[in-house]
């Protein structure tokens, strides 16, 4: 059972990125998907959801409108595009999977907004 990130790294204020999560060992399309981040010095926060069958979205006030969720259930995968970014988006970026008992996070990928 394993959730992996990628995608993150630097980008310009304004600019764009790109975050997947890939899932094994478990029937991802059965489980509710979301994006989570972790600023330096502050708690965890959530930021996107997305129901198994990717019919409905939700996103944090911080990041409607900039921030979209999608998944590809054939794919096993999770999706955050991320564009007109911002300093404040700097953070660790977590994808976490849940379904009945199960609650599933993955190890992160790094997002800084700077110039």
């Known amino acids: 059972v394993q959730l992996v990130e990628s995608g993150g790294g630097l980008a310009q204020p304004g600019g764009s990125l790109r975050l997947s999560c890939a899932a094994s060992g478990f029937t991802f399309s059965n489980y509710a998907m979301s994006w989570a981040r972790q600023a330096p010095g502050k708690g965890l926060e959530w930021v996107s959801g997305i129901y198994h069958n990717g019919g409905t979205t939700y996103y944090a006030e911080s990041v409607k409108g900039r921030f979209t969720i999608s998944r590809d259930n054939a794919k096993n995968t999770l999706y955050l595009q991320m564009n007109s970014l911002k300093p404040e988006d700097t953070a660790l970026y977590y994808c976490?999977?849940?379904?009945?008992?199960?609650?599933?996070w993955g190890q992160g990928t790094q997002v800084t907004v700077s110039s």
């Open positions: 976490n999977a849940r379904y009945r008992n199960d609650d599933i």
